[in-house]
């Protein structure tokens, strides 16, 4: 059946996160580096990448100074990293080849490595000083779910680690809040994004790395080009051309009724269509809104919904999931 992997590993995710906060014990061992360190800089590449953004944001609440980058990139700039330094390289399969690289030049230059994968025996894993491997299971769709769900609450675990910021006794009370929101009703976001050709989706802090997990799901299963910015960078040259567009704003970081107001207002005159994923008990004047369960303290259930939203719209387009074109499960290159 098209889609059958995606929509079984998305409801799979729900039991991955209890998985991961029912163990700790990974999150301990890798924990004392990362308090240690001058700077934590994450590596990865698609989803990875866009964890490592949430890992960055939580980190930084933590009061640590951390920093995100596209593995590639890194490794061809050969930015300045030390022996007080942490690197921490993020892939679902292990095999990435520019996450390999990029870590492996971070241990080159006197950095400690971590890697964090569901792929026990994988090369990532096998090259890190410390490795945590996520409890995901096998994955079959090239849509990853489940995988991101176990990388992103173990960062969240890890922050709390180091900060001491209450996030495992909000993940504990997590698992409801997740099964009950893929099984929520997303039918009139879907309806607004089948007949889009573009879309922008929007994030501030952490969850602009939930943005970009967005744009990335949509661009994979419903084939939809969509750009992920910071929420205020939007007005910025973008709002120029969105008429006709969506834009999906997670309004998740109480910035206020002005800033809510002026976002929504500037795309409302530009043209846009908007979609907005808020918390329980706000409201906004868009086109579609989606109000997420009461005391979500975390991203989590927004990304389970984002996930819905993906394999929705693929399954009304006619689009399969799991085996989008011109992609594979995971990326090696050689002579690199």
């Known amino acids: 059946m098209v889609g059958e992997h995606a929509h079984r590993e998305i409801r799979d995710g729900c039991d991955v996160i209890e998985t991961v906060v029912s163990n700790t014990d990974p999150i301990e061992r890798v924990a004392e580096p ?3 360190a001058d700077r934590v800089t994450f590596l990865g590449c698609g989803s990875s990448y866009w964890s490592g953004v949430v890992g960055r944001a939580l980190l930084r609440n933590a009061g640590v100074d951390a920093h995100v980058e596209y593995a590639p990139e890194f490794l061809y700039e050969s930015p300045p990293i030390g022996e007080t330094d942490v690197a921490v390289g993020l892939s679902q399969s292990g095999e990435t080849t520019e996450t390999i690289r990029a870590l492996e030049t971070a241990a080159d230059n006197g950095a400690t490595t971590v890697a964090i994968t569901n792929t026990d025996g994988s090369t990532l894993a096998e090259m890190a000083h410390h490795t945590i491997v996520t409890p995901a299971g096998d994955e079959r769709a090239v849509m990853a779910t489940k995988s991101v769900d176990a990388v992103v609450t173990t960062l969240y675990l890890l922050a709390d680690r180091i900060g001491g910021s209450g996030w495992q006794t909000a993940l504990a009370g997590a698992t409801d809040r997740v099964e009950a929101v893929i099984e929520s009703d997303v039918s009139e976001v879907v309806s607004v994004l089948t007949d889009a050709e573009c879309a922008y989706t929007l994030g501030t802090g952490g969850a602009y790395g939930l943005a970009g997990e967005a744009a990335t799901k949509l661009g994979e299963a419903m084939l939809l080009h969509t750009t992920a910015l910071p929420t205020l960078e939007i007005n910025h040259g973008p709002i120029a051309n969105v008429a006709g567009d969506v834009v999906i704003w997670y309004a998740l970081d109480n910035a206020g009724a002005p800033v809510s107001d002026h976002v929504l207002d500037g795309l409302r005159d530009a043209g846009a269509r908007t979609v907005v994923v808020h918390p329980h008990g706000t409201s906004y004047d868009a086109t579609a809104t ?4 009461a005391s979500v303290e975390t991203l989590l ?6 996930q819905r939203v993906a394999y929705a719209g693929a ?6 999931p799991d085996s989008p074109p011109q992609l594979s499960k995971h990326v090696e290159i050689e002579g690199i």
């Open 34 to 36: 990362l308090l240690s």
């Open 290 to 293: 989606i109000e997420l369960p």
């Open 301 to 306: 259930p927004a990304l389970k919904l984002t």
């Open 315 to 320: 399954m009304e387009l006619g689009y399969d």
